[in-house]
């Protein structure tokens, strides 16, 4: 059972584009969602973070939606660079329990 | 401050053998997790553990197996290695709760199963 799960599995963007990057999960009790940035040959490294407190936050040119009706959040990056490309993981917890990670995005930005 | 450091950072196995990793937490953190990580499966949870005692355990044999010594550092084993635990194997630090504090990731060591 996936309990988080994430699309598209890769994703190609020129550059200043905007990159979507979606996420659903099933167990209405989480109440942490994360999404990590990896880059080859290093361990996944946290970007942004939400709470279902609020719908939306925002850094810099990243920002998460979060519907809790939906059972639905999305990373949004703005204007796209060729820096941004690397892998994108959505994941989600519960209290202490452990983080439940998506099968994560490749995102790829064209010069 | 230090990051989370692994080693080694590459390994090279035969089915059958046994391998131990080693990971350092970063400095005041209390909490360590391990992650395998594959290309069709993503990253899954292996096992967390703080203060020296398992905390949560993900859905893996038996032959899979962590410790956490008292100055934090943690080191897992694979016993009677099979090919598919061909992956890499990242650990992760946390100052004290994984979904309350943030997790940070070292860069991981590569096993491969000859």
């Known amino acids: 059972q996936q309990q988080v799960k994430q699309s598209p599995q890769s994703l190609i963007v020129q550059k200043g584009g905007i990159s979507i990057i979606n996420c659903a999960y099933e167990?209405?009790?989480?109440?942490?969602f994360p999404w990590y940035q990896q880059f080859p040959g290093k361990g996944p490294a946290l970007l942004i973070a939400?709470?279902?407190?609020?719908s939306e936050k925002k850094e810099g040119r990243f920002t998460i939606s979060f519907n809790k009706s939906a059972k639905q959040f999305s990373l949004h990056i703005m204007d796209s660079q060729p820096g941004d490309s690397a892998t994108y993981f959505c994941?989600?917890?519960?209290?202490?329990?452990?983080?439940?990670f998506g099968k994560g995005m490749k995102l790829t930005v064209n010069p | 401050k230090a990051g989370v450091t692994q080693t080694p950072r590459y390994l090279i196995k035969t089915r059958g053998q046994q391998v131990t990793l080693s990971c350092s937490p970063i400095?005041?953190?209390?909490?360590v997790s391990w992650y395998q990580q594959t290309p069709g499966q993503g990253l899954q949870f292996l096992f967390e553990?703080?203060?020296?005692?398992?905390?949560n355990k993900g859905n893996f044999p038996g032959r899979f197996s962590g410790r956490q010594f008292s100055n934090s550092r943690s080191e897992m084993n694979v016993s009677t290695l099979e090919l598919g635990d061909s992956a890499l194997y990242l650990c992760?630090?946390?100052?004290?709760?994984?979904?309350?504090?943030?997790?940070?990731f070292g860069p991981g060591t590569r096993l491969t199963v000859l």
């Open positions: 400095s005041g953190h209390r909490s």
């Open positions: 939400i709470r279902p407190d609020v």
């Open positions: 167990n209405t009790a989480f109440d942490y």
């Open positions: 992760a630090s946390t100052w004290l709760v994984p979904g309350t504090d943030t997790q940070y």
């Open positions: 553990y703080f203060s020296e005692t398992q905390r």
């Open positions: 994941a989600a917890s519960r209290g202490s329990e452990k983080l439940v």
